[in-house]
């Protein structure tokens, strides 16, 4: 590939990523961050002693790390410190009662034995599909940059097809009973951003990568990654820019032309775009936009959130460090969310405790919290309504735990859709990107090269492969295949 300037709107995983491999190809890459901060969604909150990753805060799928960094003869370890979470986490489900899921199969299978006899056999036959699953999406499929249907087409795929017309939701229900159980199996698709009867059977890879890999925790939080990639790239020659707030994508004669950039118009060969793909295409005048509003309408999103963080002045207990609470009925939220989309009666929960294993988080004796409830994207967001959510999972959060905590809490930031839309002009505020459903898995995703603008590029969670920090990494190097393709 010749040697191009390439500017990069935004630095997410996505980005960041993008930028090594491009670099790494002899390109001058420049990002442009609308925020003081790079990281995109992986930003934090540092207040009073305290650290919170204000977006991911799992870490799964740690093959997926280590290749990206090994494609510059590097290692995680070679930027930051990883922890295997033990328990990885635990799912309450009632007052004190609560499954435990620890950090092998082994000791996974006992707990559901506990739960239901005769269970870890059939969860052994689960997961040994669900690997078969991960090896052949995870090491092959979504390396795939979605250009055509064929790329789905192999001789392993093709025994698979059932996999592809039955949902998580449906494979789950014929093996287990106990709706404890079928609620653990069903929460790692969450992570997909739709909900488990409209998943595809196949991807039940997240199970191997929920209890085949387990969970880990970065030392400093997920930002210690973000931390890691940036110093990679500045390494490898990128440039990046904070406070720019992209206003425009320059063209001519249906080929991008450069960016405008806090009023300063600025040319490039090549425009690669990270930050929300409706966002970017709204940068373009109407008639080079691939997909209309309608076409966006349409499309099934992953959930917005409500999330609070939370300086707690002691330690908590009966905790994990992710800690989740399904004492509440699972389908009515799902329904509140993709169905009816309204503000939850009665929502689920997620909490994260990380000065639990982390000493950085919070100063001694005190605790971190991050709470999070998923909402359906473009509804109503006031104070009043985070104020009441979250007086709302503080009462169940005090009564299912058994502890008091309302009178311990030092400060609490909130996070939720009018600040996704604010901070990275998210389409409707939804938090994760578009929803991996049949008919948005793929080729059917929107593109990573733009069909109207030559040298128009796009990266990150609304298009290919999907939603979630390790398929970002992998929509990074996708898009950098293809712009060495196309632009060589």
């Not at 970065?218 to 990639?229: L, R, T």
Request: proline share 6%; hydrophobic share 35%.
């Amino acid at each position: 590939m010749k040697k191009q300037t390439i500017a990069i709107i935004g630095s997410g995983f996505s980005s960041l990523a993008a930028s090594c491999y491009l670099a790494q190809g002899g390109n001058n890459v420049v990002i442009y961050e609308k925020n003081e901060t790079v990281g995109g969604r992986a930003r934090q909150i540092k207040k009073e002693g305290f650290t919170f990753d204000i977006g991911p805060t799992w870490y799964w799928m740690p093959d997926v790390f280590e290749r990206f960094f090994s494609d510059f003869n590097k290692k995680p370890s070679d930027f930051y410190e990883l922890i295997k979470l033990n328990p990885a986490y635990s799912v309450y489900f009632g007052k004190d009662d609560f499954i435990t899921i620890e950090d092998t199969l082994e000791k996974i299978c006992a707990a559901f034995e506990n739960e239901e006899t005769g269970s870890s056999e059939k969860l052994k036959g689960f997961m040994a599909q669900a690997l078969d699953n991960y090896n052949i999406a995870i090491k092959d499929l979504v390396y795939r940059p979605g250009v055509s249907p064929l790329e789905l087409v192999t001789p392993v795929t093709i025994k698979k097809l059932g996999q592809f017309f039955s949902t998580i939701s449906k494979d789950v229900r014929k093996e287990f009973n106990n709706p404890r159980l079928i609620s653990i199996l069903e929460f790692p698709v969450l992570f997909l951003g739709a909900k488990p009867s409209n998943t595809p059977a196949f991807y039940s890879f997240m199970n191997y990568a929920d209890f085949g890999l387990g969970t880990f925790h970065p030392v400093s939080g997920m930002y210690a990654v973000i931390k890691g990639m940036k110093k990679l790239a500045e390494d490898l020659g990128v440039v990046i820019k904070t406070n720019q707030n992209v206003e425009e994508i320059l063209t001519d004669n249906n080929q991008a032309k450069g960016i405008k950039v806090n009023g300063e118009n600025i040319l490039a060969d090549i425009v690669l775009s990270g930050a929300d793909y409706h966002h970017t295409e709204t940068l373009l005048p109407k008639s080079l936009r691939q997909y209309s509003e309608s076409y966006w309408e349409k499309k099934t999103f992953a959930p917005s959130s409500l999330l609070f963080y939370v300086g707690f002045d002691k330690k908590l207990k009966n905790v994990e460090h992710h800690t989740l609470f399904f004492d509440v009925d699972f389908e009515k939220h799902a329904t509140e969310i993709y169905d009816t989309p309204k503000w939850p009666e009665d929502p689920l929960f997620y909490a994260s405790f990380p000065s639990k294993t982390d000493t950085n988080c919070a100063p001694k004796g005190q605790e971190a919290g991050i709470f999070l409830i998923p909402l359906a994207p473009g509804i109503e967001d006031t104070p009043e309504l985070r104020a009441l959510y979250f007086e709302k999972i503080m009462t169940r959060f005090e009564n299912l735990t058994s502890q008091e905590v309302k009178n311990h809490v030092i400060f609490k930031e909130s996070f939720c859709i009018n600040d996704f839309i604010e901070d990275y002009n998210s389409y409707k505020g939804n938090a994760y990107g578009l929803a991996n459903t049949l008919l948005q898995t793929a080729f059917l995703r929107p593109k990573l090269k733009s069909k109207k603008v030559r040298n128009l590029y796009f990266t990150g969670q609304l298009s290919v492969p999907g939603p979630g920090v390790p398929p970002s990494l992998i929509s990074g190097k996708l898009v950098a295949g293809l712009i060495s393709k196309y632009n060589a």
